[in-house]
């Protein structure tokens, strides 16, 4: 199971080079698109973001004071905005509360400690923060998303009943044990790669550097081959892993 993972990897690595997640210029701005990416697709986050910049409260300060309702107004496009505007805030809250307002403060927790808060609060599931932790905080957390369960049932990695935290463990099993990370040379980037970015070229230790690309590569290989039906497993670059190399149905 752990060399099947780090195939995968190994194989993406050698295709697609390095993915640049997440695309933002700080860490305030992943928290904020890793709310606002729930339950709609990128193109609809970037429009709210830009709304967000372009009215200057694309920062803790800026949310803290805006009014709900003028909230709502700029991320209108990431739909469920009333819920998320509220979410925002109530992170904002959170942080203000225990950690007086400073994301370094915050991000100085212990990861198990600062994953426990975080799930605690309304609206955040693991994959929000996982995200978060990620990629906003550079820790070294797996984001399993519905692209990595897919894949790894239909590559017998887990079976479709596999808790989310059973996935991460499988995951992060497998990935701890690669060194050095493949990706920081010059590639061609492909996948769901974006352009490098301030945060994808933040210092982070091998090992978060790792989960960084793979996440990047299961929603590139999810989004582009591996369809919910019909898996385009002809053209996939993980043809030649695929179990006794019989296409999934
Ligand atoms: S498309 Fe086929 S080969 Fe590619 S990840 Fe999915 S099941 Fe595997």
Redesign the pocket.
Known sequence: MDQQIQQIYATLCRAWGPQHWWPAQSRFEVIVGAFLTQNTSWSNVELAMRQLRAAKVLSVSGIREIEITKLEKLIRSSGYFRQKAQRLKNFVRFLDASYRGSLTRMFSQSTDKLRQELLSLNGIGPETADSILLYAGQHSVFVVDAYTRR?AT??KIADDEASYDELRNIFERALEQISVPHTRGNFLPDGASHPPSRMSLAKRCSTAQVYNDMHGFMVG?GKN??HKSQ???EH?P??DL?PERR??R
Do not use: S, T, V, W
Request: hydrophobic residues 40%; proline residues 13%; charged residues 15%.
């Open positions: 894949i239909r590559h290989i081959y591996c898996p385009d497993c996939c993980l043809a695929l296409i999934p």
